[in-house]
């Protein structure tokens, strides 16, 4: 089970919709505030952060345990869970794109001040990094039937010279780029995470 081009291109007009109230929210929060004080209160209050703030921590712990599955191997991790690693790939993906959801709904789409703000824009690499890459890489590997694409470098096939860059490794390039900025981002995540996790409690 693996998502197509075009189901990644829907989750990508999805992150998008999420993203927008982080853009505009300077324009309806004072309208909440004058208009629904109240839900504004209640939206900012700490029962609705704590409670949100939990869903959010239990998709970022599901989404490193999708990690350990997909890379048990490499870090020498024995998980005896059912499924394929595309099976879990997409659940990482389609739950990463939900954990957006879920921020959106605990900051009410107010990106906040100093380190509240970068970790929020730090988040955001992360979700984009994945999701442009897995996009760019899978619209390579849905694009034609071509094995080369053009390009200024020469490769070899059935003894012949073709003018391009074979489609595997273009894709092993690509995904040495965006992986590794993906992994880089995540382990800043985590560490700021841990951080905002003891803001959070040291000043409720």
């Not at 390039?173 to 995470?193: D, E, P, Q």
Request: aromatic share 14%.
């Amino acid at each position: 089970m693996k998502p197509k081009f075009s189901t990644l291109i829907i989750l990508t007009l999805i992150t998008a919709a999420l993203l927008a109230p982080f853009a505009v929210s300077p324009i309806y929060i004072p309208i909440l505030r004058e208009q629904a004080f109240d839900v504004l209160y209640f939206l900012q209050g700490n029962l609705f952060k704590q409670i949100t703030g939990y869903i959010s921590l239990v998709f970022v712990i599901i989404e490193m345990l999708l990690v350990a599955r997909k890379r048990g191997r490499g870090w020498k991790i024995k998980l005896s869970v059912p499924g394929s690693m595309q099976l879990w790939r997409s659940i990482h993906i389609f739950l990463g794109v939900g954990l957006l959801a879920v921020v959106l709904i605990h900051t009410i789409g107010v990106t906040g001040i100093n380190f509240n703000a970068i970790f929020l824009w730090v988040f955001f690499a992360v979700s984009l990094s994945a999701l442009v890459g897995v996009v760019a890489e899978t619209g390579v590997i849905e694009s034609s039937q071509k094995r080369f694409f053009p390009m200024l470098t020469t490769a070899t096939t059935d003894g012949k010279k073709v003018s391009g860059i074979s489609k595997g490794n273009m894709i092993r390039g690509m995904r040495a780029f965006w992986l590794s900025s993906h992994i880089i981002l995540v382990a800043l995540f985590s560490v700021m995470l841990l951080f905002h996790i003891f803001l959070a409690y040291y000043y409720a």
